[in-house]
């Protein structure tokens, strides 16, 4: 415990930007914190692949494609990835089997139809045709009326697009957004046409003065007197950028911080965020955590356990020493040369979960 004082008081001596400080103190404390409960290196690593309902039944466990191995709900099917579907679990209904011999998954709202050319999802107010003499799948915005795949109320075809009577213009159909003046598509509501796309006034905004308008991303507003620069709605903070560069505005209800486990800027709902004492700042608990005196802990009186459960008092298997676990009502705490274990009855399936050890039913699969 010394060395870590001895690392935070090298690194508020360091000369850093405070943001850099507040991240490594952050990086420090969370890592005291998981080191005390045993959770590091390949322990901590493993934690984020436990599942919070591990007890499946042996016909419902599914592998990903990216090795994870899950629980297909009752009712539904695993389908194994293949080239032109991910696999994953479906409801059975959605199953369908394409022209290609391969099983996807057809989304919600969509059906498996027989065509021509074999099967295919097809979203249910799309599917035309006579069940009896083979149907079709309309394109995106035709709907099916009389047997025939045509253009909704409403709608005229133009340039093998449905267009709102509203945006004909000419022969063309304006973009959403645009109106037809004077035979040509030009912005509504003050907009102002940038690359094809018409930029709100409260977007448009100005890199360098004397050229040509920019857009603010969806999301951000133009900021300055001339607007030179984009900023959340507001006033506030941007909290980071996404991976594409852009700065990241947090939603209603949460804030920006620094997370107690990685240092990196996240929006936080405002029950998880906690203040250092110093250099001050705030940081963000991990979920099921909350903040109290500068470090993150279990809400009333739950103990932390192995695995970063919160566990109630009755449940807490320990002895001295060794890293307390929590055991499932209904398990035995038994005390080996090793350390505690939760101890399952019967033909019960031991299982590590999310939400600590639990006993799985007989014949089940530990996922």
Request: with cysteine.
């Amino acid at each position: 415990m010394e060395n870590r004082f001895d690392e935070i008081a090298k690194t508020m001596a360091s000369g850093l930007s405070r943001r850099e400080v507040l991240r490594r103190v952050l990086g420090i404390a969370a890592g005291t914190m998981f080191a005390n409960l045993g959770l590091v290196g390949s322990a901590l690593a493993q934690l984020p692949g436990l599942s919070v309902n591990p007890c499946c039944r042996p016909h419902l466990v599914c592998k990903l494609a990216n090795g994870q191995v899950i629980c297909c709900p009752k009712g539904s099917v695993c389908l194994p990835p293949n080239p032109v579907s991910p696999g994953g679990c479906c409801t059975k209904s959605q199953v369908c089997v394409t022209a290609s011999g391969l099983p996807v998954c057809c989304p919600a709202g969509s059906v498996c139809i027989a065509t021509a050319n074999g099967n295919l999802c097809c979203p249910q107010g799309q599917v035309c045709g006579n069940p009896g003499h083979g149907l079709v799948c309309c394109p995106a915005g035709q709907v099916c009326q009389g047997n025939k795949c045509t253009c909704p109320t409403g709608t005229v075809m133009i340039n093998g697009t449905c267009c709102p009577k509203a945006s004909v213009c000419g022969t063309v159909c304006c973009p959403s957004g645009q109106v037809c003046t004077n035979g040509r598509c030009q912005c509504s509501n003050g907009g102002t046409l940038i690359n094809g796309t018409c930029c709100p006034p409260s977007q448009l905004y100005f890199p360098v003065l004397g050229t040509p308008p920019a857009c603010c991303p969806n999301g951000l507003v133009a900021m300055g007197s001339p607007p030179t620069t984009c900023g959340c709605p507001g006033g506030t903070q941007p909290c980071g950028v996404s991976s594409t560069g852009v700065p990241v505005c947090c939603p209603a209800g949460s804030s920006c911080a620094f997370d107690w486990v990685t240092g990196a800027q996240v929006c936080c709902p405002a029950g998880q965020i906690g203040t250092l004492p110093a250099p001050g700042g705030q940081f963000c608990c991990p979920p099921g955590l909350v903040p109290a005196h500068g470090t993150c802990v279990c809400p009333g009186n739950t103990v932390m356990t192995a695995g970063n459960v919160c566990c109630p008092p009755a449940n807490v298997c320990q002895v001295p020493g060794a890293v307390p676990i929590c055991c499932s009502t209904g398990s035995t705490c038994t005390v080996t040369p090793n350390g505690p274990i939760c101890t399952c009855h019967g033909n019960q399936v031991p299982c590590l979960s999310s939400s600590g050890f639990v006993c799985c039913p007989p014949h089940s699969v530990c996922v």
